[in-house]
């Protein structure tokens, strides 16, 4: 790790995702120490009127469970400055804060890091801010970094039009746009997974799989985001950028080798693979009960709830299609991949009914990789049942503390490592494939059916894993192992 100044600048320092997120992760940081006092100096910025102390008890409050002492360092190192997105006048300011600390420190370096936990319709503004009055300074060793949060434009138009202009401020290797899957433990250990393991390599391909499915559930609607959420949209939201990075590494082609450039370069590559989307293949859902928020107009028509097939057209994957799925107000809160095997071919025990291989990854919550098998059930009966090879990280890795998704993406931004960030050019390919699907969405017509909250989601979306060949498997249920 590089050594010297380093400022942590988080702009949207009152809003929710910094206090939720931004914050808790540099705590986190902080505590395991690789972020260090007299090294780091954290800004928040925003234009509310707030001191300093204003700003500490405001994030206290989202680090209940910390220790008091860590806590106390951390929070002193927290500077507030107030100032509006589009004016020189903050910036300026801000640049002076900065410089002043770099100033004091030693090492003569200046790293700056902004992190614009903002609506995406001020990112130029912001953006050009940063770049006419808060560049570190040339003479001084150092960089600038920027992370962007999603979403990136709205569709392919809108997204091209951003990337050109953040583009023109700063270079390629300067913009982290974060997507937070990524960050997860799981979801890091799928190249590892599909390239580390002889027993999966010769599996995974069109010979051998049937169906892959890759979900997100949530059982909480969009209470008090309903103003942001009805302009997106689940597609937007979860799919596009969640479901789809997943999605890239389950199914990418082996990189040459770890570089980002590397891994990127395969990401693209599957993303331009992916055929249009049929309107036939492809369910939504609004649940019931969504527009009862009063920011959300009577006649929206935008999903919660959408389940899409998309199809691969490669060597590897031709006819194996991808059910990507996502929705809120379920009736569980989960995320995982599933892989389903084909059929046994000539199958002597007749057990087809009672299921099919299946790999499942379950990102959260309880970190957990199973493989779902059939086996003589224990006894005299010559009987065959389902169950599993089981790693539960819970029980495997006891004293294991996982990371949180953004607090590992953060470090990865010190350390100028863009593997796991979107890449212009992959945001691009994965905009191509939902931008036609969006405006038809949006022009009405396809129509989203309604759903009760609390339930699986339209009976339609399990119709239609069905027809493309997902099987069910009855009477089996997987049950987190838990220490005794
Ligand atoms: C965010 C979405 O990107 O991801 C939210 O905007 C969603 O709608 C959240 O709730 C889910 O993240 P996680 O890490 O809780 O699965």
């Not at 002889?198 to 909480?220: A, G, K, M, S, Y």
């Not at 370069?265 to 009063?294: A, C, F, R, T, W």
């Not at 493989?371 to 890795?397: H, I």
Request: with cysteine; charged share 25%; aromatic share 10%.
């Amino acid at each position: 790790l590089e050594q010297g100044c380093l400022s942590i600048i988080v702009l949207g320092a009152s809003g929710d995702l910094a206090k939720k997120k931004t914050f808790p992760a540099l705590y986190h940081l902080f505590e395991q120490g690789f972020i260090q006092a007299g090294e780091v100096h954290i800004f928040g910025y925003a234009r509310s009127n707030l001191s300093d102390e204003g700003l500490r008890e405001r994030i206290r409050g989202y680090l209940k469970g910390a220790s008091e002492e860590h806590l106390t360092e951390f929070l002193q190192l927290i500077k507030y400055v107030s100032g509006s997105y589009d004016s020189g006048e903050g910036f300026d300011k801000l640049n002076k804060e900065i410089s002043a600390v770099e100033m004091s420190n030693k090492s003569g370096s200046s790293r700056r890091l902004f992190y614009l936990a903002l609506p995406p319709s001020v990112y130029p503004s912001v953006c050009k801010m940063i770049r006419t009055y808060c560049m570190n300074p040339t003479s001084r060793a150092g960089w600038t970094r920027v992370i962007v949060e999603k979403p990136f434009g709205k569709d392919l138009d809108s997204a091209e039009e951003l990337s050109s202009q953040l583009g023109e401020l700063f270079e390629e290797d300067q913009l982290y746009r974060i997507d937070h899957y990524l960050g997860k433990e799981l979801v890091q250990n799928l190249l590892v997974l599909r390239f580390a393991n002889r027993l999966f390599l010769p599996l995974w391909n069109r010979d051998n799989v049937d169906n892959i499915q890759i979900v997100f559930r949530e059982d909480f609607g969009t209470d008090g985001r309903g103003g942001y959420f009805d302009q997106y949209g689940i597609i937007r939201d979860i799919i596009q950028n969640h479901l789809l990075q997943v999605f890239c590494l389950v199914a990418m082609e082996k990189p040459v080798s770890l570089k980002p450039e590397h891994i990127r370069d395969e990401k693209v590559k599957v993303l331009q693979s992916v055929n249009p989307i049929k309107d036939e293949e492809v369910v939504l859902g609004q649940y019931q009960g969504y527009k009862d928020d009063p920011t959300v107009p009577d006649d929206s028509n935008t999903p919660t709830f959408a389940s899409i097939v998309l199809r691969v057209h490669n060597e590897r994957w031709e006819g194996v299609p991808f059910i990507l799925k996502a929705g809120k107000a379920l009736n569980s809160r989960k995320a995982e991949i599933r892989v389903q095997f084909k059929d046994v071919p000539g199958d002597i025990f007749r057990c087809k009914k009672q299921g099919r291989n299946e790999f499942v990854i379950r990102l959260q919550p309880s970190e957990a990789m199973y493989m779902k098998l059939t086996v003589k059930k224990p006894g005299l009966e010559m009987a065959t049942e389902q169950s599993e090879l089981d790693l539960s990280y819970g029980m495997r890795y006891q004293n294991v503390t996982i990371p949180e998704a953004y607090e590992r993406l953060i470090l990865d931004t010190i350390r100028g490592d863009q593997q796991h960030f979107v890449r212009r050019d992959e945001l691009k390919a994965a905009w191509q494939i939902f931008t036609p699907l969006l405006h038809d969405i949006d022009a009405g017509k396809l129509k989203s059916v309604s759903y009760q909250p609390g339930s699986r989601g339209p009976k339609e979306a399990d119709e239609l894993s069905e027809k493309v060949g997902y099987m069910q498997t009855h009477g089996y249920i997987w049950i987190p192992p838990t220490l005794a």
